[in-house]
């Protein structure tokens, strides 16, 4: 079983659209977690750490569910420029990153 | 100026090459990665390195070695390239002291022909 799964994607939505990812991890032990962007052909960018509590950036609000390993993002208000592909990513000695999906915003 | 940088950004090269791919960093970060990315398979770590005397193999390390020069230089070879080689590589850094973030370089594409 791969560490980290997300789904398969893509997702194609209209701007202004309210878009969930999901993700589950396999590693219990796991301690720490972030979602990453990235744009085509580019760097893996830092979007936001996941906390247990839940956190929210902006448009951006990031859950960790540690019973279920399951970590999720919404972005809300969806912008053109959100179109990339986002990683969600858990730390063990290194990091275990998912294979991402991409998301396309419309207008 | 970039925090991570790497060289070349554009490589090809023959099979059987020797070929070093090179990461410098100005973050003051002790970690160093190398990661390649292929389409459909995601990021896979080849080597990491938590200070310059400690190199670690990742989950890819076959025909690939490392070498940390100082705490901000970490370099990829391929001793004889081959085409399964040809992927997107990038070098991250991180603080660690309790703390995971990565950060990236923007990438280095190579094609082994």
């Known amino acids: 079983r791969k560490e980290v799964e997300q789904d398969p994607g893509p997702f194609n939505v209209p701007e202004g659209a309210t878009v969930a990812f999901n993700c589950t991890y396999s590693?219990?032990?796991?301690?720490?977690f972030f979602w990453y962007r990235q744009d085509c052909r580019k760097e893996p960018k830092l979007l936001m750490s996941v906390y247990s509590s839940g956190n929210e950036d902006g448009r951006f609000t990031a859950q960790l569910n540690r019973a279920s390993q399951y970590i999720s993002l919404l972005i809300r208000d969806s912008k053109l420029s959100d179109s990339a592909t986002y990683l969600c990513v858990v730390a063990g000695y290194a990091l275990n990153f998912g294979k991402g999906t991409s998301l396309l915003v419309t207008p | 100026d970039a925090d991570v940088t790497q060289t070349p950004r554009n490589r090809i090269t023959k099979t059987g090459k020797r070929i070093m791919l090179e990461c410098s960093q100005t973050?003051?970060?002790?970690?160093m990665y190398w990661y390649r990315q292929d389409p459909g398979l995601g990021l896979r770590l080849i080597y990491y390195?938590?200070?310059?005397?400690?190199?670690n193999k990742g989950e890819i390390s076959d025909g690939y070695s490392v070498s940390r020069q100082a705490q901000a230089k970490f370099s990829l070879s391929l001793e004889s390239a081959i085409p399964n080689q040809t992927a997107l590589y990038f070098c991250?850094?991180?603080?660690?002291?309790?703390?995971?973030?990565?950060?990236f370089g923007p990438g280095t594409r190579l094609t082994v022909t």
């Open positions: 991250a850094t991180s603080a660690g002291k309790g703390t995971y973030e990565q950060y």
């Open positions: 973050k003051g970060h002790d970690r």
């Open positions: 390195s938590f200070d310059v005397k400690d190199i």
């Open positions: 590693n219990s032990a796991s301690q720490s």
